[in-house]
């Protein structure tokens, strides 16, 4: 399945293309933005809309930022779901709803597609060298199907289980990823009004049990005062807001994930939504009064 549409050529998407482009995958993309037409000089076919980008490859790939975005690619007029045809597959590596994804993958089901769920962690620096780890939901062979074009993006691809599962995982990663870097963004405040040396506090710890990969990076960004944005506040806000409705669903009380959200909504009614999420520490540096 050499042909690949791609939609969504945002700060994750365009580095993902770009290595199927470089894998010698025939690419079709929508000329929606600079990024295309960046594309389109590497030697990608750039198309007027997603049901052209559908009904021209085997594949389709889309990368965007929330559920409604994916039911305009899908469902909308010219959308993917008028072009697609059977025997292709459709990867959404978006970060959405799993019941959204459950929706898409029902359409695809009914014109004898098959579709795959299969969102991704890593940010922008795992998109970008082709390390990121992929999280996927639909049949077995789906995936092994496609799995080549995921070792390309990523050092790692799981199917979790059925339509859905990709997603669920995905919410459960942001749960985390959000929570640890409160826990550093708490700890480094207390520490630098301690007028504890946060450097050493960052290098002793990391090598203990608290070492993770967030108060490696993330530590390191706080300290630096580098919020430049490898995964905005707004879209890491609007996963966690994909988690607390899952657990209002399936009745599962998520308090820790409730307090990172409102702490990420006090960030945002600051207007910095496009601030890295390790500006959490930001917020707890105002309110200790440093």
């Known amino acids: 399945m050499k042909k690949v549409g791609f939609i969504g050529l945002g700060i994750m998407g365009k ?76 990867i959404d590596m978006s970060t959405i709803a799993p019941a959204t994804a459950k929706e898409v993958y029902a359409a695809m089901q009914k014109k004898g597609i098959e579709a795959l769920d299969a969102p991704v962690s890593g940010g922008q620096v795992g998109a970008e060298a082709g390390t990121l780890s992929i999280m996927c939901g639909g049949s077995q062979a789906a995936f092994d199907l496609v799995k080549p074009l995921f070792d390309i993006m990523g050092k790692s691809a799981v199917l979790i289980g059925d339509a859905g599962a990709g997603q669920m995982t995905k919410a459960c990663n942001q749960m985390i990823v959000g929570m640890t870097i409160q826990a550093v963004a708490e700890s480094f ?87 890295d999420h390790s500006a959490l520490a930001m917020l707890m540096e105002q309110l200790s009064h440093i």
């Open 15 to 90: 580095p993902m293309a770009l290595h199927l482009l470089k894998a010698n995958y025939e690419l079709f993309v929508v000329e929606k933005n600079k990024a295309a037409l960046e594309l389109g000089k590497h030697g990608a076919k750039v198309l007027s809309t997603c049901k052209e980008v559908a009904s021209s490859a085997d594949v389709i790939i889309t990368m965007l930022p929330d559920s409604p975005e994916i039911k305009e690619v899908v469902f909308g007029k010219d959308g993917v779901l008028e072009g697609i045809k059977s025997g292709s597959v459709f």
């Open 189 to 275: 405040t207390l520490a630098k009004k301690a007028g504890v040396n946060l450097e050493k506090m960052r290098e002793a710890l990391l090598g203990g049990f608290a070492q993770s990969r967030i108060l490696d990076l993330h530590g390191q960004r706080i300290i630096d005062r580098n919020f430049k944005p490898g995964f905005k506040i707004k879209l890491h806000r609007k996963d966690m807001n994909i988690a607390l409705e899952a657990g209002k669903e399936l009745s599962v009380p998520l308090y820790g994930s409730a307090m990172v959200a409102a702490q990420m909504d006090a960030l945002l009614a600051g207007g910095q939504g496009e601030d």
